[in-house]
């Protein structure tokens, strides 16, 4: 029985340690692709093949939205301050 509580313990310290591991490597990820004059603020995806994006560039925000994954056309919206 002390095997089992055991056993059943260590599956859940690898389980919650598989968790935290991914939750920090998946915030790393969008860091290593920084621009120096672009900025991503947020991104949402709204269905299967679209796709929207606020980015500063500069001292404006843009909006940019991208309908097809295959072959990616931004259209762009600018708002500045």
């Known amino acids: ?11 859940a310290l690898i389980i919650y340690a598989s968790y935290l591991a991914s939750k920090y490597i998946g915030k ?9 004059y672009m900025r991503l603020i947020d991104q949402i ?3 299967q093949d679209r796709h929207m994006a606020i980015v500063q560039i500069g001292c404006s925000w ?7 994954t295959s072959c990616p056309r931004f259209r ?6």
């Open 1 to 11: 029985m002390l095997r089992v509580i055991g056993t059943f313990i260590a599956a």
């Open 62 to 68: 843009a909006s940019l939205r991208d309908r097809s």
């Open 28 to 36: 790393g990820l969008g860091r290593g692709t920084g621009s120096r």
């Open 45 to 47: 995806t709204l269905g």
């Open 76 to 81: 762009m919206r600018n708002y500045s301050h």
